[in-house]
């Protein structure tokens, strides 16, 4: 059968050139333009990517239109309401959701493989205490390649899956201790009779010795709304197909570089504000506006074309209706406003924000839309989260995500070193 061809006109030469259309299974179909500079002697032009498919993938799917989040096939609604987030990453890495059994092996695996070497921890403890828990992740996890070298090279499958639940197992921990740093109070290790989430909570918490706070009124323990709260948290953050930082992922990887030198990479690339680092700006930008009172003011310099100020948690390259991780978010916080200590003067700017932005001609014209940073901080903030760990929490929900988009890519024959062209217009 003949296959459906694009045709591109030159009109310089009037010469006509055909490409093969590839059909996707859901969303667009894309031109395969892979010849085109040996079939026209010219280079395309696409800078940031905004029409561009950098490879194939079988993960996540994401239909901006309809605000629509898959992985694997499962939509993010009913992974976030009906499973955890570590059967999230078990999906995401076994192409299929747990058993109980399955499950279960991988939870123990995990808390086991939580620790970090000694010798890492001394590394960590040597950054000043003032510096952004990002810096000491994105290093730690750059270190992490010295410890695991044999990662460099997975012959198959199973060393893949150890390396991947390796990273997944530390990266908690990794994030703890950079916070712990940065505060300048001692590390607590991980308690292996703790779930994944709830170990964070309780790493993050903890005194040492293991010992929670007391009170007045008796021992401060962690609630199950909470380790929910942040388990959807970390659901929702899980993948997010070819964004800036997988995309970061990916380009390092496909160098042959340490697949967890690739993920420091990622984290460092999710730190700007642009991207992961809005979680953390958001909140500033809430406090910074003060009171509902400045909010108008506020939207006014966002829509000044002379100002380059930006309403952070709005917004999105892919999404042009509402970020369904977003939406989740947002239900969520309605669900936690009565049960934790939500902070209310945040919550009624921002609420105050969103009802004017969804209603005003420069956003609508423009599509944006609250995106899944504009929630988060809120509900972290509840959980007694301090602002610079924000980012650090994107990061322990993303690792799955680009280790698995990392695997893929290291599996796929057609894989290349990424090497784009470039319109040269200096001397
Ligand atoms: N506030 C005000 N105006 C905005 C905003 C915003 N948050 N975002 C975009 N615009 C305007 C731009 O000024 C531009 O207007 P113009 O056409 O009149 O020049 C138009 O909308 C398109 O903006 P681009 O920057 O071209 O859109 P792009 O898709 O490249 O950027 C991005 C997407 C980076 C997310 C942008 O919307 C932004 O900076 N948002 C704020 C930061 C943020 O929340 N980032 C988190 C993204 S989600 C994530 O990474 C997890």
């Known amino acids: 059968m003949k296959k459906d061809t694009f045709t591109f006109t030159n009109n ?10 590839l059909d996707a299974t859901r969303g667009p179909s894309v031109v ?18 905004t029409s561009t498919a950098s490879c194939e993938s079988r993960i996540t799917f994401i239909d901006g239109e309809k605000g629509e989040l898959r992985y694997r096939g499962i939509t993010i609604e009913e992974l976030a309401e ?17 058993t109980k059994e ?23 403890g040597t950054f000043p205490d003032s510096a952004h828990p990002m810096s000491i992740l994105s290093s730690g996890v750059s270190a992490l390649s010295s410890f ?14 150890d390396m991947a639940r390796r990273i997944i197992a530390k990266i908690p921990t ?24 709830e170990n964070f909570l309780y790493m993050l918490r903890a005194y040492p010795g293991g010992k929670m706070k007391r009170t007045a009124t008796g021992v401060e323990e962690i609630k199950a709304i909470e380790i929910k709260a942040l388990d959807t948290i970390f659901t929702l953050h899980a993948d997010h197909e070819q964004n800036a930082s997988t995309t970061t992922v990916r380009n390092v ?18 730190w700007g504000r642009a991207h992961g680092g809005a979680n953390e700006s958001v909140i500033a930008q809430l406090e910074m506006i003060g009171d509902v009172s400045n909010v ?38 309605d669900k936690l406003k009565d049960e934790l200590n939500l902070d209310s003067k945040l919550m009624e700017i921002a609420h105050k924000i969103e009802e004017i932005a969804l209603n005003d001609e420069y956003f609508i014209k423009r599509n944006l839309y609250p995106n899944i940073d504009f929630y988060s901080g809120v509900i972290l903030t509840a959980l007694k989260i301090e602002r610079p760990m924000f980012t650090a929490i994107f990061v322990i929900g993303r690792t799955v995500g680009w280790i698995t988009q990392l695997m893929e890519f290291k599996n796929d024959s057609s894989s290349k070193i990424a090497r784009p062209r470039q319109l040269y217009l200096g001397e």
């Open 12 to 21: 310089r030469t009037n010469e006509s050139y055909e490409f093969n259309i």
């Open 32 to 49: 395969d333009i892979s010849s085109f500079y040996k079939q026209t002697g010219m280079f395309t032009f696409d800078v940031g990517y």
């Open 82 to 98: 009906n499973h955890s987030y570590l059967e999230t990453c078990y999906l995401l890495l076994n192409k299929r959701l747990p």
């Open 102 to 124: 399955e499950l279960l092996d991988f939870d123990l695996e995990l808390r086991h493989r939580s620790f970090i070497d000694e010798n890492l921890i001394t590394l960590i």
């Open 148 to 161: 695991y070298y044999e990662h460099l090279n997975m012959e198959n499958e199973k060393e893949c899956q």
């Open 174 to 197: 990794l994030a703890a201790f950079a916070y712990r740093k940065s505060l300048g109070i001692p590390f607590i290790y991980p308690d292996i009779d703790r779930s994944f989430t």
């Open 253 to 270: 990887a496909s160098t042959g570089a340490h697949p967890y030198v690739a993920i420091s990479a990622g984290i460092s690339a999710l």
């Open 296 to 333: 108008d003011a506020f939207i006014a310099r966002a829509k000044d074309p002379n100002d380059d100020f930006r309403l952070m948690g709005f917004g999105h390259r892919v999404y042009k209706n509402f970020d369904p991780r977003a939406k989740a978010l947002k239900k969520l916080q």
